[in-house]
């Protein structure tokens, strides 16, 4: 297995990690995503309590499962609040956010001026910050949806 996007679109896959998560059925989870100007994708595998936690098992898995769902992801329209998740098969997610999204996550509009927010990019975004945003995301859904 690669550990690279399969849509040419895309140069680079990137990794979040988290553990000890508390779930009922699920201990831990990977996170892979890549992003383009206006959107970051992401497909997300979980550990089951039963399973020892590798992350190089986690980033495999998760990287075959956005190659998958990539190109759908792709042609899937935003809704209001700027992005998307759905169970793609059980123990795994696939979703993406915009830029809009992200925005409203660290409340920039608040702290810049509209011009400046409006220039912004998904590539303006480090990775720190888009790890603290899809991992919030994801711990959110697993706080009200997973269990």
């Not at 998760?62 to 759905?86: C, V």
């Amino acid at each position: 297995m690669s550990n690279t996007v399969a849509n040419p679109q895309f140069s680079t896959v990137r990794f979040i990690h988290e553990q000890d998560i508390g779930l009922k059925h699920f201990k831990a989870f990977t996170v892979a995503y890549t992003r383009n100007e206006e959107r970051v994708f992401f497909a997300v595998t979980f550990c089951t309590n039963k399973d020892q936690f590798i992350k190089k098992i986690g980033r495999e898995v998760s990287t075959e499962i956005l190659n998958r769902n990539l190109d759908g992801l792709i042609n899937t329209p935003s809704t209001e609040t700027g992005g998307f998740a759905t169970s793609s098969s059980k123990g795994s997610l696939i979703g993406f956010m915009d830029v809009d999204a992200m925005i409203r996550a660290f409340e920039l509009d608040a702290m810049l001026a509209n011009q400046t927010t409006n220039q912004l990019t998904m590539l303006d975004f480090k990775h720190a910050a888009i790890s603290s945003v899809v991992g919030g995301f994801i711990n959110f859904l697993c706080d009200n949806d997973l269990e």
